[in-house]
């Protein structure tokens, strides 16, 4: 099974979606967005697939998108889009992409949806949260 991350090494949902995924047996291609970069071709694609508008897609905490006027109410797709492009630390993290479809895993227990098997119990995040008590069951 093919599955990709758009990850940030310095965001704790997107290591902990990651955790996940390797404790799952899943070696996902790894992409540090804030390295690479982002097209708006890319952020088009993988906003449609996974049915989040540039708004909802948005990352406010910890990053300028406020203090660029970003959050302001009729603030057009396309002016969110490249600012995104420009600055990537604008994109809410961390998408995740498998056959089951992409999805902005928020909270980091989301990716489970997009797994064949789940990860074997217990798992907990970094927080000591446990998503997957030890008979292998997702806690809700």
């Known amino acids: ?19 996940i995924l390797h404790a799952a047996g899943t070696l996902p291609t790894v992409i540090n967005y ?3 970069g982002w097209t708006r071709a ?3 694609g993988l906003f449609a697939a996974a049915g ?4 909802e897609a948005l990352r406010v ?3 300028p998108a406020e203090a660029m006027g970003l959050t302001v109410p009729g603030v057009s797709d396309e002016v969110l889009l490249s ?3 420009e600055q990537p630390i604008l994109v ?10 992409v999805r902005l895993c928020r909270p980091s227990e989301t990716v489970l949806d997009l797994l064949e098997t789940l990860p074997p119990g217990p798992l907990a995040k970094e927080d000591g949260q446990l998503i997957i008590d030890d008979r292998g069951k997702r806690i809700a």
């Open 34 to 36: 804030l390295e690479t």
């Open 1 to 19: 099974m093919s599955v990709v991350i758009y990850h940030n090494p310095d965001c704790g949902t997107s290591r902990n979606t990651l955790a």
């Open 52 to 55: 989040v508008t540039p708004r």
């Open 42 to 44: 890319q952020l088009l």
């Open 61 to 63: 905490a910890r990053s």
């Open 92 to 101: 809410n993290r961390p998408f995740v992409c498998t056959h089951k479809g």
């Open 83 to 85: 600012a995104m492009v």
